[in-house]
């Protein structure tokens, strides 16, 4: 670059800077501008969730999380890994998941970047045994499709050993009985 175009370039961006004024706010004092399509963190209503997990197998980064344990399920968000893809409130069956606009999540406690939401799970009327269906999924089943009252509430063991049964019946009679 020659002598004068090195004087005259500062020279042509103070120009056009001079006519397109000042591009920045002072943030935090200033409010910025958010696009209405701006994706920012997500928020789970425990009111709603039935902790189903189609959002945990959605997520790409593995921000949310359904921790099992002998008589609870978790759901966990954690905001951190978050990518703000909102591809888990597509999949939520129930519209337990709404998008907001927030972007301001830097905190002093790692605690504050984590949402729990813990639900019973359901327990076999039959033998007892603990089944991976929480209470809410079940009743929200029941509500969508017709259980019959032999197999609500029931392990996938003690299902089977009734429609086992059931069907022997129809062909023999009751099990153990001659035919
Ligand atoms: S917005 Fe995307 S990354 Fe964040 S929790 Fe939902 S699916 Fe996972
Ligand atoms: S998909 Fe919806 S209902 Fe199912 S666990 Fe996630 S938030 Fe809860």
Same mark, same amino acid.
């Not at 709404?98 to 905190?107: D, I, M, P």
């Not at 045994?129 to 032999?150: D, P």
């Given at each position: ?106 905190? #002093?406690?790692?605690? @504050?970047?984590?949402?729990? +939401?813990?639900? !019973?799970?359901?327990?076999? %009327?039959?033998? /007892?045994? &603990? ?21 609500? #509430?029931?392990?996938? @063991?003690?299902?089977?050993? +009734?429609?086992? !049964?059931?069907?022997?019946? %129809?062909?023999? /009679?009751? &099990?153990?009985?001659?035919?």
């Amino acid at each position: 670059m020659s002598f004068v175009k090195k004087i005259i370039k500062p020279v042509e961006v103070l120009v056009v800077a001079s006519k397109t004024g000042r591009v920045t706010i002072k943030y935090p004092f200033e409010e910025p501008w958010i696009s209405p399509e701006f994706r920012g963190k997500i928020e789970i209503d425990p009111t709603k969730c039935i902790g189903c997990g189609a959002c945990v197998n959605a997520c790409p980064p593995n921000a949310l999380e359904m921790i099992e344990s002998e008589d609870k399920k978790t759901l966990r968000y954690f905001v951190g890994r978050c990518i703000f893809c909102w591809r888990c409130i597509d999949v939520c069956p129930v519209g337990a998941i709404k998008g907001t606009r927030n972007f301001e999540l830097a905190t #002093n406690d790692p605690l @504050d970047l984590y949402d729990y +939401i813990v639900h !019973n799970r359901v327990k076999c %009327r039959e033998c /007892g045994k &603990v089944t991976g269906e929480t209470t809410r999924m079940l009743k929200y089943v029941l509500e969508k499709a017709f259980v019959t009252e032999n197999y609500n #509430n029931k392990c996938p @063991d003690c299902r089977k050993k +009734i429609f086992i !049964n059931a069907i022997s019946m %129809r062909r023999t /009679g009751p &099990v153990g009985e001659k035919t």
